[in-house]
């Protein structure tokens, strides 16, 4: 069971109590825009995803629940996904809008990159983000993050950003 910890945010596997939740968080259109995703049809559809969900299973890693500390409430999700045709490791969040702006995402994305460097010794991540997202884009920069280049995704333009683990050693002060 991965379970991480940041100073305001308990991150854990997504169980499936967290349907509703998930339902909720992918049914607001501005929390989806950039994504390319769509909205779950049903809290049912959001469960099956939930009980399909085999990245925790098969590479170790996945997205996890972001559990706000001080009142216990599920504010989002963050985390590493596996992206066997690239054979890449990519962080990916998503967040309620009324947590916007509050770091929580770069807090959680910082766990998750220490999380997949230090205890997966994975090479590199990547991060994706749909170029007009500039909300993503900023917190990719404050994870250390470098743009490599220009992407299409479904016909639409995508920055791809990289961080190694020699560059996240250095950032985190682990330098060898």
Sequence with gaps: MITLETPRLHLRQFLPKDALVFFLLNSDEEVVRYTGDRAFRSVGESLALIEGYRQYADYGLGRLVMVEKSTGDVIGWCGLKYLADEAE?????RIFKRY????FTTEAAQTC???GFEEKQLKSIIGRANASNIGSIRVFDKLGMTFEKDDHLDGKP???YRISREEWNQLSGNAK
């Design 89 to 93: 490791v990519d962080i990916g969040y």
């Design 113 to 115: 990159l220490k999380y």
């Design 158 to 160: 995508w920055k791809l």
């Design 100 to 103: 916007w702006n509050q770091g």
